[in-house]
């Protein structure tokens, strides 16, 4: 189950990926916004990432304008490890080497093909652990302090 969530100025793209999940047969759940109305990023991200802390939600997907304010956010919250990416190699590099838990896109960065491929690279690239796996465990020690 992915957690989904969205300010106004991601909401088209959010639709966007929505569909493209239905089509996939990939279940989630929408945080909000639900209509384009103005919003706040730090809310929507928070609602998302809660359920994804929580494991209620494996992943989350998340988009605001650029996807950087979203992604802060996101960030601020215990065990999420979010990262704004606008390719594809970083939406799979984050996965393998950081073990990244919320993608962020930006509705004003990222058009619906290339989202689409950045959600495909992301949830189809498994953390590789190893040696990356004693960096993600410093990250998580970082949010003890």
């Known amino acids: 189950?992915?957690?989904?969530?969205?300010?106004?100025?991601?909401?088209?793209?959010?639709?966007?990926?929505?569909?493209?999940?239905?089509?996939?047969?990939?279940?989630?759940?929408?945080?909000?916004?639900?209509?384009?109305?103005?919003?706040?990023?730090?809310?929507?991200?928070?609602?998302?990432c809660q359920a994804v802390a929580g494991k209620t939600c494996e992943r989350a997907l998340l988009f605001c304008g650029t996807g950087i304010g979203i992604s802060m956010a996101a960030n601020k919250i215990?065990?999420?490890?979010?990262?704004?990416?606008?390719?594809?190699?970083?939406?799979?590099?984050?996965r393998a080497h950081n073990d990244a838990n919320a993608l962020c896109m930006g509705g004003r960065v990222v058009g619906p093909g290339l989202a689409i491929e950045?959600?495909?690279?992301?949830?189809?690239?498994?953390?590789?652990?190893?040696?990356?796996?004693?960096?993600v465990d410093k990250l998580s020690q970082l949010e003890k302090r």
Do not use: N, W
């Open 1 to 48: 189950m992915l957690a989904l969530a969205s300010d106004h100025g991601g909401f088209e793209l959010k639709q966007a990926v929505k569909q493209y999940l239905d089509q996939k047969g990939i279940a989630y759940t929408d945080f909000g916004c639900h209509d384009g109305e103005a919003c706040d990023y730090p809310d929507m991200a928070e609602a998302a």
């Open 78 to 94: 215990p065990g999420i490890r979010a990262a704004a990416c606008s390719d594809s190699y970083s939406a799979r590099m984050t």
């Open 118 to 135: 950045l959600v495909e690279a992301f949830l189809t690239t498994e953390f590789e652990g190893g040696r990356h796996s004693r960096r």
